[in-house]
């Protein structure tokens, strides 16, 4: 084990840095987000005339989507369930198409093997 008079978790450097080190903070301008579940957000955003503000922000608490007016709040998104590649084909064939397919597939596969139809 080290021993020494470091203190734990320090690095040169390290300290509390005022104004003077850093520069003076850019003008900022704080917004409101509300979600669906009545989350507030406040994020920060520079106060520039050419600065646009997004319309829509992520709630860090829940993830629905976030918008500037709270009595009107923007909708979660729908989920919508797994499909498997067979739910896929389904909806774009019919039934009598797919058993279509299926006898033109079988029977080619039939004529490679030399089975008979």
Not at 42 to 58: C, E, I, K, N, V
Not at 64 to 87: C, I, S, V
Request: proline content about 12%; charged content about 25%; hydrophobic content about 30%.
């Amino acid at each position: 084990m080290a021993s020494g008079s470091a203190i734990r978790g320090s690095r040169v450097g390290a300290g509390p840095m005022g104004e003077e080190e850093r520069g003076e903070v850019a003008p900022r301008v704080t917004v409101s987000y509300w979600c669906a579940n009545g989350h507030e957000t406040r994020p920060s955003f520079a106060d520039d005339p050419g600065t646009t503000l997004p319309r829509l922000w992520d709630c860090p608490r829940c993830g629905f989507p976030a918008g500037m007016d709270p009595l009107n709040p923007p909708a979660p998104p729908r989920n919508e369930p797994y499909k498997t590649h067979l739910a896929y084909v389904k909806e774009r064939r019919t039934e009598s198409e797919g058993a279509l397919l299926l006898d033109e597939a079988l029977a080619a596969l039939r004529a490679r093997r030399g089975q008979p139809a």
